[in-house]
């Protein structure tokens, strides 16, 4: 049995050793930075991948974000995923219920349009919770606003399509947590799951030639608004450098000792 | 009203889940009002106790034959009943995974929005509707946002270690009442359920509660490289640990991976080898209680965030340094 798979990703900005708020305390400043998507949502699209080219079938990825978004649509789709929907949005912000609300509406039309294709998405891919903004609840009120089941925080998933169920592992204190569930279903993965690929050039140029749908959803006013963004207050540390090379290892020792690491 | 949402082990309270009742103490302190607990499993009775000096009136047992097993949304419905028993207006809880999974099952019942991972929340001065000011975290707490978390029902998790776990002065302790809650479930709230566990084998020391940690990042060079590491930490009785580059490239299982979307650590001492300390890695690292930094670059931020540093190739270092480190303990111990 072929299955469906819609993975949704978001757009955030590539940090590298530090963050800095923009004068307004509205934004990250990403004057200096690059785009990429949330890591445990890398890992959801090559998930999504892996299982289209076990049981075949097809899988579209999904972003609520700027016009900017298409480039991430567009990284999936090198990597292998057939097509792929913009929420357009504006500067304005969507919290977690408006976000899940447009991306619930989103799913439906997909599912009902049966010209471009539509039929159920057997299952839905989240990241557990995107890198940015942390809001650990995006999946949960998508698959609660769809009567589907929902496993969170996915280390593991094992699909049976002919069947229609999956079994999911999940990290636990001391072990693994194992669910069995039926599709459809939506999952919410953690990097770890697997090991994503990198994209090919010919992957990269299949995309370019890739559909995108472009909507503008329109905005709910959700529970959650930011007012301002600040950078928390580090401990100055002062750096004592003990030496270069193999001669600072004395002074390492003494420093473990001290530490009494080395008893 | 406010509710505190407590996650325990046959009864006894987490640890997270105290830090979230203090705040939501002090937040039902300013708001004037009762404040309630809700705990899940026959056994959550035994943890009642412990809840009272913490300011905790009555505690919500919610009990089911079928909630034997760890069920998130059912747990939610549990929880989403007593608030509307209560009438509760805010829920506070720990957060955990546990934690930010069930409220968040919770909120998209109730519809009802929610604030993940505070580290601080306060009543809006004047304001009619009881819309709350929280401070959370973002980027795993390298960024905070201050935010309005306005509706009938507001949910709030509470970044785990953000927050000192208080007891309330002795005025307010007193022994909670148990109210026994038998939720209305229904097959579709089980379906998704713990239906097996898996015990992680106990070979060497775990990364998470390592008194020693050996980091290795991009510097290290390859997945060869970190024999050099792992001799380290052995002799140290360390854990392993790796940056996120590390992972990617396939040099070391994601388990090994420290930072945000890997594990936290909280080592006495962490040696970080070639990491150029990424915000990412940074998180991971962040309750280290020490850092001693080996890198080629005197500016890289793991350097400058660091207790110690040495400056220079770690593929020369290290091995000079487990050399030395062998010669002390032969000196002390007279046994190789």
Redesign the interface.
């Known amino acids: 049995m072929p299955l469906n798979v819609l993975v949704c990703v978001k757009r955030v900005p590539t940090?590298?050793?530090?963050?800095t708020?923009t004068a307004d305390g509205q934004d990250?400043d990403t004057r200096f930075l690059g785009f990429t998507v949330s890591?445990?949502e890398e890992c959801a699209v090559e998930e999504a991948v892996r299982l289209i080219e076990r049981f075949g079938g097809s899988t579209a990825v999904l972003t609520l974000g700027p016009a900017q978004a298409v480039e991430q649509l567009q990284d999936a789709m090198a990597l292998g995923i057939d097509r792929g929907i913009l929420l357009e949005t504006g500067d304005e912000d969507w919290?977690?219920?408006a976000t899940?609300a447009a991306i619930v509406e989103a799913i439906r039309s997909a599912e009902a349009d049966a010209n471009a294709g539509g039929e159920p998405f057997d299952l839905v891919l989240f990241g557990n919770?995107a890198?940015?903004?942390?809001?650990?609840?995006v999946g949960?009120?998508v698959?609660?606003?769809l009567?589907r089941?929902?496993?969170?925080?996915v280390k593991a998933l094992e699909v049976d399509a002919d069947a229609g169920t999956a079994a999911a592992?999940r990290e636990?204190p001391?072990?693994?947590?194992?669910?069995?569930?039926?599709l459809p279903a939506v999952v919410t993965v953690?990097?770890?799951i697997n090991?994503?690929r990198f994209p090919s050039l010919p992957g990269r140029v299949r995309a370019r030639k890739k559909e995108i749908l472009r909507v503008g959803p329109a905005r709910r006013e959700?529970?959650?608004?930011?007012?301002?963004?600040?950078?928390?207050k580090?401990q100055e540390?002062a750096?004592?450098?003990?030496?270069?090379?193999?001669d600072?290892?004395?002074r390492?020792?003494e420093?473990?000792?001290r530490?009494g690491?080395?008893s | 009203m406010i509710v505190g949402f407590v996650e325990h082990e046959g009864g006894q309270v987490l640890e997270a889940s105290l830090q979230a009742i203090t705040l939501g103490r002090r937040l039902a302190e300013q708001l004037g009002g009762p404040f309630h607990a809700v705990a899940v499993g026959a056994d959550a009775a035994a943890g009642a106790d412990r809840l009272g000096p913490f300011g905790v009136t009555s505690v919500h047992v919610v009990d089911h034959e079928r909630l034997d097993a760890?069920a998130?949304?059912a747990w939610a419905q549990g929880l989403v009943e007593v608030i509307e028993a209560v009438g509760a207006a805010t829920v506070v809880a720990a957060?955990t995974?546990r934690g930010?999974?069930v409220?968040?099952?919770a909120?998209?019942?109730l519809?009802?929005?929610?604030?993940?991972?505070c580290v601080d929340v306060a009543a809006e001065a004047g304001d009619a509707d009881g819309s709350l000011?929280v401070t959370r975290?973002?980027?795993?707490?390298?960024?905070?946002?201050?935010?309005?978390?306005?509706?009938p029902v507001?949910i709030l998790?509470v970044a785990p270690h953000a927050i000192r776990a208080e007891e309330a002065s002795a005025s307010v302790a007193a022994t909670p009442s148990v109210e026994r809650v038998t939720p209305a479930l229904t097959d579709?709230d089980l379906?998704?359920?713990?239906?097996?566990?898996?015990?992680?084998g106990t070979g060497g020391v775990s990364l998470a509660e390592a008194?020693?940690v050996v980091g290795g990042g991009r510097g290290v060079g390859g997945a060869d490289g970190f024999a050099e590491l792992e001799e380290l930490a052995e002799l140290?009785?360390?854990a392993v640990g790796c940056s996120?580059v590390a992972?990617?490239l396939?040099w070391r299982p994601?388990?090994d991976?420290v930072g945000?979307?890997?594990t936290r650590i909280a080592p006495?001492?962490y040696i970080a080898c070639g990491i150029?300390?990424?915000?990412?890695h940074i998180v991971g690292c962040r309750s280290a209680k020490?850092?001693?930094?080996i890198n080629t670059d005197?500016e890289a931020?793991m350097?400058?965030?660091?207790?110690?540093?040495?400056?220079?190739?770690l593929h020369?270092?290290l091995p000079?340094?487990v050399g030395?480190?062998r010669q002390?303990?032969t000196a002390a111990t007279g046994v190789p």
């Open positions: 940090t590298g050793g530090r963050i708020v990250i890591p445990h919290d977690p219920s899940a919770e890198a940015d903004t942390g809001d650990y609840q949960i009120r698959a609660q606003a009567g089941p929902c496993v969170s925080g592992r636990a001391g072990g693994w947590e194992v669910f069995g569930f039926p953690k990097e770890g090991l994503p959700g529970g959650l608004r930011k007012v301002r963004l600040h950078v928390p580090e540390r750096v004592e450098v003990l030496g270069h090379g193999p600072a290892v004395p390492v020792v420093v473990l000792q530490l690491v080395l | 760890f998130p949304a957060g995974e930010n999974e409220m968040a099952h909120g998209a019942r519809g009802a929005p929610m604030a993940a991972n000011r975290q973002r980027w795993g707490g390298s960024l905070l946002e201050d935010a309005e978390l306005a509706g507001r998790t579709a379906i998704v359920r713990v239906t097996g566990r898996v015990e992680a008194r020693v140290l009785g360390g996120r992972t990617s396939g994601h388990a991976q945000q979307t890997g006495d001492l150029s300390g990424a915000m990412q020490h850092v001693l930094a005197p931020p350097v400058t965030r660091a207790d110690w540093a040495v400056i220079g190739d020369t270092i000079a340094l030395a480190i002390a303990r």
